[in-house]
C-alpha cells in the first residue's frame, strides 16, 4: 500500500460530530481486539497500545484501505496520505484518461467513510531520481534491477518520511501501509535513529514475515534501514489475504472489489518492454547458442531480457532459455540444456549488505540461513560466506535456481525474522 500518481490534493470532509452514524471500524474495533487482529498496530510487538500519531499511506488499493481501518480500530490518530508519483507525464498522456485518478478516488472515499483527512504529497523528482533513474541505468547496464525495493526504502519509507519531518515536524511518529510484514519494537522504549540500542536495552526493531506466507512482503521491504523499521507500522502483518478481503467486506469499503495491483511500481498499465523501449530504444543484436557459438536469430536488445527467461525469445525447436549477455557485443546466449546437472545455478557473489537491525546484527562468516532471491513463497537454505574486507559475499542455496541474475536482490532469513539484504554480482556458475 502506497503511492499513485496525480491530481491536486482536496481533503476529505472533517470527520462528523458525535450524532454521526458509527464508522465501520467503531462497530468492530472490539471484536478485532478480541481476535488478535490489532496486533500489527501495536506500539511495541504486541501489547496492542495505541493513540500513536500515524500517516497512513493510502494507495485507493484494498489492503492500504483495510489497514487505515485497523489503525484506526488500535486508537491510533491517522492521517491518510496519497503519494504523487511520476509517470504520466513522461508517456504523453496515450491512455487517454491517467491511470491514477481511479485511485485517487477510492482513497478519498475510504477517507470519507473512515473520517479522517486525505492529503497529497507531490514525490514526482524523488521518484524519478531515486527510483526510476536508476532502475534505467542498471537495466541499460544488462542488469535486472528491482524498482520495489527502491521505492519503499527510497520513497515510501525514506522521501516521503523526510517530507513529513519538514512539514509537520514532531508531529507523525510511524509511518503505516498496507505491507504484508510485521514490525517488532523492542520493549523498553523507542530505538535510536541509528537503529543501535534502545533506550532501556531494547535493541533495534525486527522485521518479521506475515501470516500469509504467499503474500508475505518483507523480500520488497529489506532495503530498509533499522530507523525505518522501527518507524513503520504493518497493520496487516497479522492477517491472511482472505481475512482482509473479508473485513473490507464487512466494513463496506469502496475498495473492497478491487483487483490487487500487479508488476512494477512505477509502471501501471504499461508493460515493462514499452517503458524499456520508451526510454533506451531498441538495439537488435545476435541470439547465440551457449554450447555451440551458433547464431539463433536476433533480439531487440539485451535490455529486453533476464537470466532464466523463456517467453518472447521466438526460436523454433525449443524451449530455449537466456543463459547469460554480454552487455558489451550485444549479444544474448542461450541454451536448451538449461536444467543439466553441470550448469546448476546455485552459486553467486552478492554485496552492498543492508542488515535491517544494523551491522551488529550481520550474520557470523559462514553462516546457516534461509533466503529468497525473489519475492514469493519459495525460500532456499543457504551458505553465507564474506569475502576480503566483508563488503562482498558468496551464497551457497541448498537447491538450483532458475534465474540469479545481476541486479536483483537476495534476502535473508533466519526463520521468520528477515536480516536483510544484498545485491547479486553474478555467479560462479550462473550466468552474468
Not at 460530530?17 to 465501520?24: C, I, K, N, Q, V
Not at 523480500?219 to 530507523?227: E, I, M, N, R, T
Request: aromatic fraction near 10%; proline fraction near 5%.
Amino acid at each position: 500500500g502506497g503511492g499513485g500518481g496525480g491530481g491536486a490534493a482536496r481533503a476529505a470532509p472533517a470527520a462528523p460530530g458525535p450524532a454521526a452514524a458509527p464508522r465501520p471500524w467503531e462497530l468492530r474495533q472490539g471484536e478485532w481486539g478480541r481476535l488478535g487482529w490489532l496486533r500489527g498496530c501495536s506500539a511495541a510487538g504486541g501489547g496492542g497500545a495505541g493513540g500513536e500519531r500515524v500517516a497512513v499511506l493510502l494507495s485507493g488499493g484494498v489492503d492500504s484501505s483495510v489497514a487505515l481501518q485497523l489503525a484506526l480500530a488500535a486508537g491510533h490518530r491517522c492521517t491518510a496520505f496519497y503519494l504523487q508519483i511520476w509517470f504520466q507525464e513522461d508517456f504523453r498522456n496515450f491512455w487517454g484518461e491517467c491511470p491514477w485518478e481511479e485511485d485517487l478516488a477510492f482513497a478519498r472515499g475510504v477517507c470519507e467513510r473512515a473520517g479522517v483527512e486525505l492529503r497529497v504529497v507531490p514525490l514526482t523528482d524523488d521518484y524519478w531520481g531515486k527510483v526510476v533513474s536508476h532502475s534505467l541505468a542498471e537495466i541499460r547496464r544488462g542488469r535486472t534491477p528491482n524498482p520495489d525495493m527502491l521505492c519503499n526504502s527510497r520513497v515510501k519509507f525514506g522521501a516521503f518520511q523526510a517530507y513529513l519531518d519538514a512539514t509537520y515536524p514532531g508531529e507523525f511518529s510511524r509511518i503505516a501501509s498496507g505491507h504484508y510484514a510485521r514490525s517488532e519494537r523492542p520493549p523498553g522504549g523507542r530505538v535510536r535513529d541509528g537503529g543501535g540500542g534502545g533506550e532501556g536495552g531494547g535493541g533495534a526493531a525486527a522485521l518479521l514475515m506475515s501470516a500469509d506466507r504467499e503474500k508475505d512482503q518483507t523480500y520488497f521491504l529489506a532495503g530498509l534501514s533499522p530507523a525505518q523499521v522501527e518507524r513503520a507500522m504493518f497493520p496487516l502483518g497479522v492477517l491472511t489475504k482472505p481475512q482482509v478481503r473479508d473485513l473490507a467486506q464487512e466494513c463496506g469499503l469502496p475498495t473492497m472489489d478491487r483487483k490487487d495491483s500487479q508488476g512494477i511500481c512505477f509502471l501501471g498499465k504499461v508493460k515493462f518492454s514499452e517503458f524499456v523501449e520508451e526510454h533506451l530504444g531498441r538495439w537488435p543484436g545476435l541470439i547465440v547458442e551457449e554450447e555451440t557459438g551458433e547464431a539463433q536469430g536476433f533480439h531487440r536488445g539485451v535490455w529486453f531480457h533476464t537470466i532464466g527467461q523463456r517467453q518472447g525469445l521466438r526460436l523454433p525447436d525449443g524451449p530455449w532459455y537466456v543463459v547469460r549477455k554480454d552487455v558489451d557485443t550485444n549479444t544474448v546466449y542461450v541454451s536448451r540444456q538449461y536444467y543439466s546437472q553441470e550448469k546448476r545455478r546455485d552459486t553467486f557473489l552478492c554485496g552492498g549488505f543492508n542488515w535491517l537491525e544494523g551491522e551488529a546484527a550481520r550474520p557470523a562468516d559462514g553462516a546457516r540461513l534461509q533466503c529468497k532471491v525473489r519475492h514469493g513463497p519459495a525460500i532456499y537454505d543457504c551458505t553465507l560466506e564474506y569475502l576480503g574486507d566483508g563488503s562482498t559475499g558468496r551464497v551457497r542455496l541448498d537447491g538450483n535456481d532458475q534465474g540469479l541474475a545481476a541486479g536483483q536482490y537476495c534476502v535473508f532469513y533466519e526463520g521468520r525474522r528477515c536480516l536483510g539484504s544484498a545485491v547479486m554480482l553474478g555467479g560462479a556458475r550462473a550466468g552474468d
